[in-house]
């Protein structure tokens, strides 16, 4: 996938682009049937008595789809990673950012880049709509530009115990009716800067769930800053990196997908 020379100039002014149709029709709905089945595996239908993690997040989803595996590691998002972020890529993170029916709880907002402070601050986050999602059912609302005033500390929050419950990073912005919605269709993308300040409202729909393929990618020798500047491990997918860590890193899931 090529950016135009708008989107990338979208992307510096506003923090975000919005890509449509990365995904469609039967790879769409497989991928999708992959997805709900791994989250099913492992939780149920919300439930209010459990915690945020619990009713909205599945970590490493690339592990349990072989086609989420194929679309994190090689997919259209990769090669927007290469034009945004550099030659040198590896996956930061992957995965599931559901909230299924009955979720009515927001989320405050906040920077990616807060929850895994990394260096460089050219990481990107892409949201793959699994549903079409809208303000009822709790897309994303974003503050065009906000990316440009850089890092907002919040590491005071976050200890490992803090971050082990699921840590509130989220802080408080002073031009909230800035804020717009960013409504997507099933198949659609949108890519943050990882410094944007987003939030997301509740589910509010009665029989719709909104299910977003949450993937993150960074440059290849991108350190963790809170963790003493421990390079951020996660399989290279293009170019090359310092860290042998790194390299080496889910080095069997290349293999296999080659050998299979």
């Not at 997918?237 to 310092?242: F, K, V």
């Amino acid at each position: 996938m090529i950016l135009t020379s708008l989107q990338k100039e979208q992307f510096a002014e506003n923090g975000y682009i919005i890509l449509s149709n990365v995904l469609g029709g039967e790879r769409l709905a497989k991928l999708t049937d992959e997805c709900m089945s791994a989250w099913l595996a492992e939780k149920e239908a919300f439930d209010p008595e459990a915690t945020w993690l619990q009713n909205s997040l599945l970590p490493d989803i690339h592990h349990r789809s072989r086609l989420v595996r194929d679309y994190y590691f090689d997919g259209p998002l990769v090669s927007v990673a290469e034009q945004l972020v550099g030659p040198n890529i590896k996956g930061a993170t992957s995965q599931l950012t559901f909230k299924l029916r009955g979720n009515t709880k927001p989320f405050g907002w906040h920077q990616d880049n807060g929850y895994g402070h990394l260096d460089p601050a050219t990481a990107i986050s892409t949201l793959t709509a699994l549903d079409d999602a809208d303000v009822e059912n709790g897309c994303l609302w974003v503050l065009p530009g906000s990316h440009r005033a850089g890092q907002i500390d919040v590491s005071d929050r976050l200890s490992a115990e803090a971050k082990a419950a699921g840590a509130d990073l989220s802080v408080k912005v002073g031009r909230e009716s800035d804020a717009i919605p960013v409504a997507l269709r099933a198949g659609d993308a949108v890519v943050l800067h990882c410094h944007l300040l987003h939030r997301s409202e509740g589910n509010l729909s009665t029989d719709r769930d909104r299910r977003i393929l949450f993937l993150r990618y960074a440059d290849a020798d991108a350190v963790e800053v809170y963790n003493g500047r421990q390079p951020r491990l996660g399989p290279l997918l293009r170019g090359e990196t310092c860290f042998s860590e790194v390299m080496a890193y889910e080095r069997e899931f290349f293999e296999n997908d080659e050998t299979s």
